[in-house]
């Protein structure tokens, strides 16, 4: 194919063979900007590159002083260049002396020059440099020269992929701390350590290969990626009007004509002849569309830029061939994957041998994906910032999973110093594990009973490792989560009988399943909720299904003949719902045993208690329920209305405050005075303060994770309650917002184990 105009190509042509050479990377800029500057006929042509994080420093220039390289600094958003930096919106300026941002460097010797344009530097959709060109006359930049400079800086957003010319300290967003330690800092969601590589859970788009010459292959490999993208965008509307009804057809609609929109593909063949490959070319035009887009004041138009954004990416990823997370690639062995949030049935994905953890930018402890990792007992840290999402893959990674911190390619001293760590947690491990056989007894005698949550076959492990005397909540749904179909009856029956038989003995109460929320199952698709939390979940979807709970409870039943079925259902709202759940449990066993098939020796129905209505219905509850399991983690974000997935309220309340605990006790005294057994079973539980304000006001049972019975177990063997009862009373009748502190305070105290 004939190119149409030769100039670009020659640009592109020159490009190439330095960008390809063996030079060093300062080296290969120094000679870009030369290369630009007579291409274009421009006094000055200038590359700057960001630092640090918010810091623009001069790296090349034709033109300037050259004493100003590395010397000429500004702040990310000060003067033209900080500004095209901070928007990442190109500037073309015939008089740029009289725009109010321009600012004058001396040292650069830039006060003659009048007429500038400044195209950012973008990799991966962030802007890691601006690209500058300058005349002395007052010149209009063409749209074509605009779109040459753009590209030539998208090229030389590669020389920053190899680390050479900026290290990684310099393109990430953590903190940088004085002796030059790059680190984040975040929460622990699951406790343990990690030393490996990063993995990103989603793998960015790095395109490496810009520059092709062989525009046939190019426009094929285009021909191709768009019949993919066409292809998905066709099973996306299918699939929308099956399970949403078309609620999100408009924007797909947006999505098709796009697509199918010829100047689009025309200009993305016109820059692949021009010499790009075709993922470059792909990204060439949407830095092109974007910087356009963003400078209309048509809102209608701005808000398609972020479908078009969509768009682009989606083609890019068709041509990279990289659809789909890490978890279907071969993953290093020690992987540490990064992610900004996952679902639980996304960890579940993972190879459980290489996974070594997972960071997250947003995340919450109370998450399924939070609850899943402990459950794996794979080191999850959360909230630690955007800048994680810029890590480098492959990069050596530690993850401090007790004091919540990650470090990026760390020093030897701080090796050193994390594997001290690891060590000492062995020894405390180890400790743990002596205890397993001592009675879980307070030092003013009060017996407490420990047993454990799980959801997965390991947890009994976990339960006959750390002496727990059963299970208190084994959450069903986990098994539906990474199940593609429904699972059938006889395969449900058969686990639930194997996790019965590991159990050996010790009781096991098994919830019926808990879907919708952030549980996603992928066999029952349902419509997007504006509040899933608040939403169809739960028993509410067994109601509305009623033979998915009947097949379960037909399986739990077969799996417990000859032995106690204990059972509870999730997310009951109302007496009558728990009295038409046992009706349905009561049905099933009629018919079991009119069908003459072995029956469990007795069956225990109780139900959680994690929707504040049912608290204020205890007097009408209590006598129908054989047992109850407070789930803490629903009852507190409805109690406080606040999104237990949400980080930005993660700290916002309490749990360990007078109303929560107040409303805990007063469960307490209801159950005690109905003579019902009361369990605990949610996160506050398994952390020693939380399990500590627990005992105080009354509780003697809790279930929690497995790697939290150690070191719970060691706290109340250090326990006196009676000691701590009149300051809990005291404390319970004040307005404090949280009464963290004081606990904390009175087990420093009193030497009670928190850690
Ligand atoms: C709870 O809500 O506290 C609970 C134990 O259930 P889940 O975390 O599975 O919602
Ligand atoms: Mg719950």
């Known amino acids: ?47 700057y590159f960001v630092r640090g994080g918010d810091v623009l420093e001069l790296f090349a220039t034709e033109g300037l002083k050259s004493e100003a390289v590395h010397i000429t600094k500004l702040r990310v958003g000060q003067g033209l260049v900080g500004l095209v930096a901070s928007t990442g919106v190109s500037l073309n300026l015939s008089d740029a002396q009289s725009h109010p941002k321009f600012v004058y460097l001396p ?107 062989d525009y046939d292959l190019q426009l094929k490999r285009l021909d191709r990626g768009f019949e993919r993208l066409l292809r998905q965008i066709d099973e996306m509307m299918s699939a929308e009007d099956v399970i949403h009804h078309g609620e ?32 470059a070319a792909v990204e060439k035009i949407q830095i092109e569309n974007r910087s356009k887009m963003m400078k209309t004041n048509d809102p209608y138009l701005r808000e398609r830029l972020s479908d078009l954004d969509d768009l682009a990416y989606r083609l890019i990823r068709h041509l990279m061939g990289k659809a789909g997370t890490a978890a279907s ?11 900004q949030n996952m679902g639980p049935a996304e960890l579940l994905d993972y190879d459980r041998e290489k996974l070594k953890a997972v960071i997250l930018q947003e995340g919450s402890s109370t998450s399924h994906v939070a609850i899943v990792a402990r459950a794996l007992g794979i080191p999850m840290v959360g909230q630690l910032g955007e800048g994680i999402l810029d890590l480098e893959e492959n990069v050596q990674i530690i993850v401090h999973g007790l004091d919540g911190e990650v470090y990026i390619s760390p ?33 003013d005698g009060v017996e407490v009973e420990l047993v454990i949550n799980g959801g997965l076959a390991m947890d009994i ?45 010790k009781p096991v109460t098994f919830r019926t399943l808990d879907i919708g929320g952030d549980k996603e199952v992928s066999f029952l698709k349902r419509e997007k909720e504006v509040n899933p939390a608040l939403g169809w979940r739960a028993i509410r979807i067994a109601f509305d299904r009623p033979a998915l709970l009947r097949y379960q409870l037909r399986a739990l039943i077969t799996a417990a003949a000859g032995t106690t079925l204990n ?62 399991s407070i789930g803490s983690n629903d009852l507190m974000q409805f109690f406080f209305a606040s999104d237990r997935e949400n980080p930005k309220l993660n700290k916002r309340y309490d749990t360990l405050s007078p109303p929560a605990l107040t409303m805990l006790q007063f ?8 003579n019902v057994p009361l369990t605990l079973c949610g996160e506050i539980g398994g952390k020693s303060i939380g399990a500590m304000a627990l005992l105080a006001i009354g509780y003697r049972r809790l279930s929690i994770a497995p790697a939290a019975i150690g070191p719970v177990k060691m706290m109340i063997r250090s326990l006196d309650i009676s000691s701590l009862e009149p300051l809990m009373n005291d404390l319970l009748s004040r307005s404090d917002q949280s009464i963290r502190g004081q606990l904390i305070q009175f087990a420093k105290d009193n030497d009670v184990r928190i850690q």
């Open 107 to 213: 040292e650069t010797g830039e006060e003659i020059y009048k007429s500038l344009m400044a195209v950012p530097i973008l990799r991966v959709g962030k802007v890691v440099g601006v690209l500058v060109v300058q005349n002395k006359t007052s010149r209009q930049y063409s749209e074509e020269e605009e779109e040459a400079l753009q590209t030539v800086a998208m090229v030389l957003a590669e020389l920053v992929v190899g680390g050479e010319l900026l290290n990684q300290q310099d393109q990430n967003e953590g903190i940088v701390d004085k002796a030059g330690i790059m680190r984040f800092e975040g929460l622990v969601f699951a406790e343990g350590f990690a030393e490996g590589v990063v993995v990103m859970h989603e793998p960015k788009l790095e395109i490496l290969d810009h520059l092709s010459e």
């Open 329 to 339: 690639i071969n993953l290093p062995d020690n992987s540490v994957v990064v992610a």
């Open 461 to 505: 492990e976990g339960m006959h490792r750390t002496g727990a005397t059963g299970v208190g909540l084994f959450r069903t749904e986990f098994q539906f989560m990474i199940s593609e179909t429904l699972p059938r009856i006889h395969p449900q029956a058969e686990f639930y009988k194997s996790i019965i038989d590991a159990a050996d003995g």
């Open 411 to 443: 020093p030897p001293d701080i090796l050193e110093s994390y594997r001290d760590n690891i060590a000492a947690r062995a020894k405390l491990l180890a400790r743990y594990d002596d205890m397993r056989d001592k009675p879980v007894i307070t030092k």
């Open 667 to 674: 469960i307490v005294k209801k159950c005690d005075e109905y």
């Open 567 to 628: 059972v509870m259902f999730p997310m009951i709202t109302d007496v009558s719902e728990f009295k038409f759940a046992k009706e349905i449990l009561k049905r099933e066993l009629d018919r079991h045993r009119k069908n003459n098939r072995p029956m469990p020796k007795d069956v225990k129905v109780g139900t959680m208690l994690e929707v504040p209505s049912l608290v204020w219905q205890l007097d009408n509850l209590l006598p129908n329920v054989d047992f109850i």
């Open 248 to 279: 999100h057809r408009e924007i797909l609609d947006v999505y098709k004509l796009f697509a199918h929109d010829k100047g689009w593909r025309t200009k993305i063949e016109t820059a692949i002849e021009g010499g790009l490959t075709a993922e």
């Open 1 to 47: 194919m004939n190119p149409v105009n030769n100039a670009p190509r020659l640009l592109m042509r020159q490009l190439h063979e330095i960008m390809a050479s063996a030079d060093a990377a300062e080296e290969r800029l120094n000679k870009v900007v030369h290369l630009v500057a007579i291409n274009m006929v421009v006094e000055v042509c200038s590359a």
